[in-house]
């Protein structure tokens, strides 16, 4: 167990729905970063926050939106899901704001889209 | 762009056998990571290499980074079926961003 939790680990939906995924991060880490796994295009860095300010962004959709909470949990919104959205989602945590310090991740949502 | 390319991209291989997976790049990476992933959970840190030409040992696994801090490899003594993973390597940029490669997806039989 990493420490991190997300929430839910599966999720079905529709094409043009909307969805937000949930993560925790561990015990006094600040930064929280995500990231979409799929087959063809492995794990993709989206975004990280750190102590709630958006630290870096990736290469996330303008349909995906992401915020930290004061108590550091963060939310990642999807948007006018499309099929191709379907992937892992994965959350990951560190105590500083670099990946300098190693980082946990969490077990992932798995998103499908139909 | 900073691309990771991993190698092979499957491998099954016995119980006992010995293996080499690489990753490389054309790009210098200032510190490279190495990562386990099992099915149904997220990656687990194994490694970061950070010195050109440095060799870190981890029981029955090896990982050097090269000379040019441009690719490393990861090798496995003695397979054991509890090796069976996703093994993913990751680069950290100059644009302080952590790239990682797509995997390679080893099976020890038994």
Known sequence: DSGVTQTPKHLITATGQRV?????PRSGDLSVYWYQQSLDQGLQFLIQYY?????AKGNILERFSA????????????SSLELGDSALYFCASSVEGTWNTEAFFGQGTRLTVV | ????????????????????????????????????QEPGEGPVLLVTVVTGGEVKKLKRLTFQFGDARKDSSLHITAAQTGDTGLYLCAGLGSNYKLTFGKGTLLTVNP
């Open chain 2, 1 to 36: 762009t900073q691309l990771l390319e991993q190698s092979p991209q499957f491998l099954s291989i016995q119980e006992g056998e010995n293996l080499t997976v690489y990753c490389n790049s054309s790009s210098v990476f200032s510190s490279l990571q190495w990562y386990r």
């Open chain 1, 20 to 24: 937000t995924l949930r993560c925790s």
């Open chain 1, 51 to 55: 102590n709630g300010e958006e630290r």
């Open chain 1, 67 to 78: 915020q930290q909470f004061p108590d550091l949990h963060s939310e990642l919104n999807l």
